[in-house]
């Protein structure tokens, strides 16, 4: 009897044995039109998929705006996002950056705090910058302005004058940027927005710091990728 159970576990060992190296190792040639997916240990050890928003993804060329195709696509995941609304899905993909000031309602994605919205790419990236903070002071940023229409620049200007940027020419109208409460940029948190910002792809321009070219505004923060996109591609 002991005989036989050796056998049998001896059996059972082999075929599994094979049967891993079967699922282990794809046929040489597959069947055209077929398709091999991972194995269990490729799938149990792949990377996770990668979120992190891509760079904005305007061109230039012929005098219009042109979308780079090899970079563009909707087929990735969408992040559910938490706001003070409920959840909001935001893919992160800009297919069409509009205009400043007319970015088209498609291309913009809610933020935390209602009512204020940012490109998706910026959306994105900013969430992950909020959701660091969160975990690390217990409540999210305090935001005071984000995306701003043509109109609601032009209204600023009127209000503030010479610190506020003419209509069509602010980074807030290609929503690409947001205005921090005081609680925010300033003592502690301050220090840890300094240190931390530019890992999410964000920061306070140097025009904006101290002795920079324009009004002091530790405030204004914004999505360098997008910032930079939009100036190579001469729209800014």
Same mark, same amino acid.
Request: proline share 7%; aromatic share 8%; charged share 20%.
């Given at each position: 009897?002991?005989?036989?159970?050796?056998?049998?576990?001896?059996?059972?060992?082999?075929?599994?044995?094979?049967?891993?190296?079967?699922?282990?190792?794809?046929?040489?040639?597959?069947?055209?039109?077929?398709?091999?997916?991972?194995?269990?240990?490729?799938?149990?050890?792949?990377?996770?998929?990668?979120?992190?928003?891509? *760079?904005?993804?305007? /061109?230039?060329? %012929?005098?219009?705006? @042109?979308? $780079?195709?090899?970079?563009?696509?909707?087929? #990735?995941? =969408?992040?559910?996002?938490?706001?003070?609304?409920?959840?909001?899905?935001?893919?992160?993909?800009?297919?069409?950056?509009?205009?400043?000031?007319?970015?088209?309602?498609?291309?913009?994605?809610?933020?935390?705090?209602?009512?204020?919205?940012?490109?998706?790419?910026?959306?994105?990236?900013?969430?992950?910058?909020?959701?660091?903070?969160?975990?690390?002071?217990?409540?999210?940023?305090?935001?005071?302005?984000?995306?701003?229409?043509?109109?609601?620049?032009?209204?600023?200007?009127?209000?503030?004058?010479?610190?506020?940027? *003419?209509?069509?020419? /602010?980074?807030? %109208?290609?929503?690409? @940027?947001? $205005?921090?409460?005081?609680?925010?940029?300033? #003592?502690? =948190?301050?220090?840890?927005?300094?240190?931390?910002?530019?890992?999410?792809?964000?920061?306070?321009?140097?025009?904006?710091?101290?002795?920079?070219?324009?009004?002091?505004?530790?405030?204004?923060?914004?999505?360098?990728?997008?910032?930079?996109?939009?100036?190579?591609?001469?729209?800014?």
């Amino acid at each position: 009897m002991v005989g036989r159970i050796a056998v049998l576990g001896a059996l059972v060992l082999s075929l599994s044995a094979t049967v891993l190296a079967e699922d282990s190792v794809p046929p040489a040639n597959p069947a055209p039109g077929s398709e091999i997916g991972p194995t269990t240990v490729e799938a149990l050890t792949s990377r996770p998929l990668d979120l992190s928003p891509p *760079p904005s993804l305007v /061109s230039h060329a %012929g005098g219009e705006r @042109a979308l $780079d195709a090899q970079r563009v696509s909707r087929s #990735g995941s =969408r992040l559910e996002l938490q706001t003070d609304g409920g959840s909001v899905y935001c893919d992160g993909i800009v297919t069409d950056p509009g205009t400043n000031g007319r970015v088209p309602d498609a291309e913009l994605c809610d933020l935390w705090q209602e009512p204020y919205r940012d490109r998706a790419d910026a959306a994105v990236s900013i969430f992950a910058l909020n959701d660091m903070y969160v975990a690390r002071f217990g409540e999210p940023m305090c935001l005071s302005s984000a995306y701003r229409t043509f109109e609601e620049q032009a209204a600023l200007r009127r209000k503030k004058g010479a610190i506020a940027a *003419p209509a069509g020419l /602010s980074n807030h %109208g290609w929503g690409l @940027a947001v $205005d921090f409460c005081p609680e925010t940029y300033t #003592g502690a =948190r301050g220090d840890w927005l300094w240190a931390n910002a530019a890992t999410f792809g964000w920061e306070n321009p140097e025009w904006a710091r101290k002795g920079g070219s324009g009004f002091y505004e530790p405030w204004h923060w914004e999505y360098v990728a997008g910032v930079q996109a939009i100036a190579a591609a001469g729209l800014s």
